[in-house]
């Protein structure tokens, strides 16, 4: 996501090389989905330049690539998981492995789920994302999946969309994100130490900020408990990301005073007279 095109010039200097715009981002937040190494395994050069260009708190939720969730679904992926854990390495403890499995992954696949799941190394943390609605609506599959999870040490990650979905969409943006995304409810429930949410607001600022006032209440109450949170806060173009996530994290900054901010950005550009 560091190289999302809007952000040039806002979040991200746009003299930066390709290289070096994780670096940026960094200044902004704390953490990254790795959305890319869903798509094709990165080179382990590739992942140690971005070991090198972040420091030691900051966080990488890595997807699977899709040959493993989406192609193979979790079985006979060994050699895809060695070169995938290989690659991914350089990041060591920051990293967690991120599950995110179709929509026809249902209730029925549990069992290879948490096969895979106990199959990976000691130590790595592991979180896993479902979009079959009959983890949400069955609860007998609820707790068959979170037992399997808990069974695993892995999270269970919500992807909340309730807020975008209350409503038609206003732009292209939006329409095409209302194609795509998953209508999933809004669950609040951590099952390790550290859980993590992704949020999907709307183009509207205050329509995405006020959406996201129950999660501040979650969130700062997992802090109370000892808990670690990461959050993700989408909006369908994901132009204004990395400024939303810093408002959210200052609103539950407000209701949990001990809270460390987030670092703070470097300028992104020189300041001119003209």
Known sequence: MWTHKAWAGRFVPRSSPAGERLRAYAGWCNAVEGNTTFYATPARETVETWARQTGPGFRFV??????????????????????????????????????????????????????????LPAGIRRAVEVRHPGFHSDARATALLETALTDAGAEWVPFDTTVFFASPPVSEAEQDAWAK????????????????????????????????????????????????PTVFVHTPDNDDAPALARRFHDDVRALVPGLDPLPEPEPVEPATLF
């Open 181 to 228: 995304k998953p209508r999933l409810p809004r669950r609040t429930r951590a099952l390790t130490d550290r859980p993590i949410v992704r949020y999907l607001g709307r183009d509207a600022t205050e329509v995405t900020v006020e959406g996201w006032r129950p999660w501040t209440e979650v969130v700062a109450g997992w802090l109370r408990e000892g808990r670690s």
């Open 62 to 119: 890595v997807k699977l690539p899709k040959v493993v969730t989406h192609e193979k679904r979790l079985a006979g992926v060994e050699t895809e998981m060695r070169a995938f854990l290989d690659a991914i390495e350089p990041l060591g403890e920051r990293a967690v492995l991120w599950t995110q499995l179709p929509g026809s992954f249902g209730p029925p696949d549990v069992d290879a789920l948490g096969r895979f799941l106990r199959r």
